[in-house]
């Protein structure tokens, strides 16, 4: 069993960065890997990014390649997503979760288990 809480949302300006981290509790953390999803208002929640167990492994939708960042602290229980240049469309709820299918259905929500309960991004001017 794993609970998630995550943790640094807010409002930024087009432009701008966050890091947002999810902290875990529970034993088996490191055995996981992670993701984070995300959903805007009146849109289905979507794959953003994942990373493997150790770290060594990660993957991201195209939409935020080259501008989010995932990555992980085993010691600390804790999965951290960077986020820069953020733009409008980045606004939504960000969620973390732990993978239980296999990593070649990193992308699919129903593949995750232990949700967090979400942070609020909004990038607005």
């Known amino acids: 069993q794993v609970q998630l809480v995550e943790s640094g949302g807010g409002l930024v300006q087009p432009g701008g960065s966050l890091r947002l981290s999810c902290r875990a509790s529970?034993?088996?953390?490191?055995?996981?890997?992670m993701g984070w999803f995300r959903q805007a208002p009146g849109k289905e929640r979507e794959f953003v990014a994942t990373?493997?167990?150790?770290?060594?492994?990660?993957y991201y939708a195209d939409s935020v390649k080259g501008r989010l960042t995932i990555s992980r602290d085993n010691a600390k229980k804790t999965v951290y997503l960077q986020m820069n240049s953020l733009k409008p469309e980045d606004t939504a709820v960000y969620y973390c979760?732990?993978?239980?299918?296999?990593?070649?259905?990193?992308?699919?929500?129903?593949?995750?288990?232990?949700w967090g309960q979400g942070t609020q991004v909004t990038v607005s001017s």
């Open positions: 979760a732990a993978l239980v299918g296999s990593m070649s259905n990193h992308e699919r929500e129903h593949d995750y288990r232990y």
């Open positions: 529970g034993r088996t953390f490191s055995s996981y890997a």
């Open positions: 990373i493997s167990w150790n770290g060594g492994s990660t």
